[in-house]
């Protein structure tokens, strides 16, 4: 039955200090083309085909895991 599955890697994230920066280096020492790059500078990325390599700021994951509230089904 799993003889059909197919993994595809979509994205990779390094965790980095500067995002913009990083995706600009990789632009100017690796001739990646960046992308897309977040206002507020937190994240970046490259095109770098089928699987994206991404740049996101240190403090990003942290604002991503805040626990939102359960709204009660009832």
Do not use: H
């Not at 390094?14 to 690796?30: G, I, K, L, W």
């Amino acid at each position: 039955m799993t003889d059909n599955l197919t993994l595809k890697l979509g994205w990779v994230i390094v965790y980095v200090e500067d995002p913009v920066a990083t995706s600009a280096f990789d632009e100017r020492a690796f001739g990646l083309r960046a992308e897309f790059a977040a206002p507020d500078g937190s994240y970046a990325q490259c095109d770098t085909g089928p699987t994206k390599l991404a740049f996101a700021a240190y403090a990003r994951p942290a604002r991503r895991l805040r626990p939102r509230p359960v709204r009660d089904a009832r």
